[in-house]
């Protein structure tokens, strides 16, 4: 009996430091994305389970994974941005006009990356000076970005600039496989958004603020800066996701990531971000987007199926976790931590 009972407070204590820790959605998160995967590889063998698939995801989805890892930042301190769709289509247009106007790629690219900047720095202020609800401000933001877009212009521009061909020069990898300079780039952000949040007091920050805005004020934390730097830190990820996306389509336009902003929260809260805040981690969102983008792919090597389909599997996805979040939000209370 009393071995059993040891056993069972083994069980519990582990189980208990997963969903403490909020490790139990992103587990579950990389179990799905593992068990869409090997449905993938078992029906269409040998196509599907290969190592340039997984690669592909990365080229097909950089510009996303790297607005969602903006949108981490931002989802982490409490807040949410609707903007990030408008802004990647506001980084590939400013991409498309100022090279189109001469002017040299890495210019075009620092002030595409300059505007985002500026973006998140004003919606960041004007949502903790002002007391406006990040829904508002944002949305805001969003009607803001997406006009400029059409103010330059109401046309799709190509971009031209070699810089852009060159970045899209495959790059070949051992097992027969290739990537693309835009890849790296993608990991890159993503290990140091990882450092970023789990290695810097600016990341211990914006859990705290997540976490308990009041309690991180009386403990003498920056919470306005922090605030105003997850936006900023969203701002550019979404500008940078708008080069990539540039780079992926060669054009820039004002219809360009229309909804991205809402494959981005999906991504985040699929990859065990509480929305509420305090909780979640970097490469949780990395498994979300993986996880979308498996999914999408799936659904092209099955060929009949719309691509709706895609849509109705991240609703029903979104609801899972949700309904998840919820229940570990209950047992936390219940709990008392």
Aim: net charge positive.
């Amino acid at each position: 009996m009393t071995a059993l009972t040891f056993m069972g407070k083994r069980g519990m204590t582990a189980f208990t430091f997963v969903s403490r820790r909020g490790y139990l959605p992103v587990l579950v998160t990389l179990g799905l994305l593992v068990a869409v995967f090997v449905v993938g590889s078992i029906l269409y063998y040998p196509d599907f389970g290969t190592g340039q698939v997984v690669v592909n995801l990365f080229i097909d989805n950089g510009f996303l994974l790297v607005t969602a890892v903006g949108m981490t930042f931002v989802i982490l301190s409490g807040g949410i941005d609707l903007s990030v769709g408008a802004v990647v289509a506001l980084g590939a247009m400013l991409c498309a006009w100022l090279t189109g106007m001469g002017w040299p790629a890495w210019l075009a690219i620092v002030t595409a990356i300059a505007a985002g900047a500026l973006l998140g720095f004003i919606q960041g202020y004007v949502i903790h000076e002002f007391e406006i609800q990040p829904f508002i401000a944002t949305l805001a933001g969003m009607f803001l970005a997406r006009g400029l877009c059409f103010v330059i212009s109401i046309e799709q521009i190509p971009i031209k600039d070699p810089f852009f061909d060159w970045v899209q020069t495959p790059i070949a990898v051992p097992g027969d496989m290739f990537i693309k300079p835009t890849v790296i780039l993608v990991l890159v952000i993503v290990a140091i958004a990882y450092w970023m949040l789990h290695y810097t007091r600016f990341g211990r920050n914006v859990y705290a603020v997540g976490g308990s805005a009041q309690s991180a004020l009386l403990m003498g934390l920056p919470l306005g800066r922090t605030r105003i730097l997850t936006y900023v830190v969203s701002g550019v990820c979404s500008a940078i996701a708008g080069v990539l996306f540039g780079v992926y389509t060669l054009s820039g336009s004002g219809l360009h990531a229309v909804g991205m902003e809402l494959d981005a929260i999906a991504a985040v809260v699929i990859g065990g971000t509480l929305l509420t805040g305090g909780y979640g981690y970097v490469l949780g969102t990395l498994l979300g987007v993986m996880l979308l983008g498996t999914i999408k792919t799936l659904l092209n090597f099955q060929g009949t199926l719309s691509s709706w389909w895609t849509r109705i599997a991240i609703g029903v996805l979104l609801f899972v976790f949700i309904v998840l979040q919820r229940a570990l939000g209950t047992r936390r209370r219940s709990a008392g931590v």
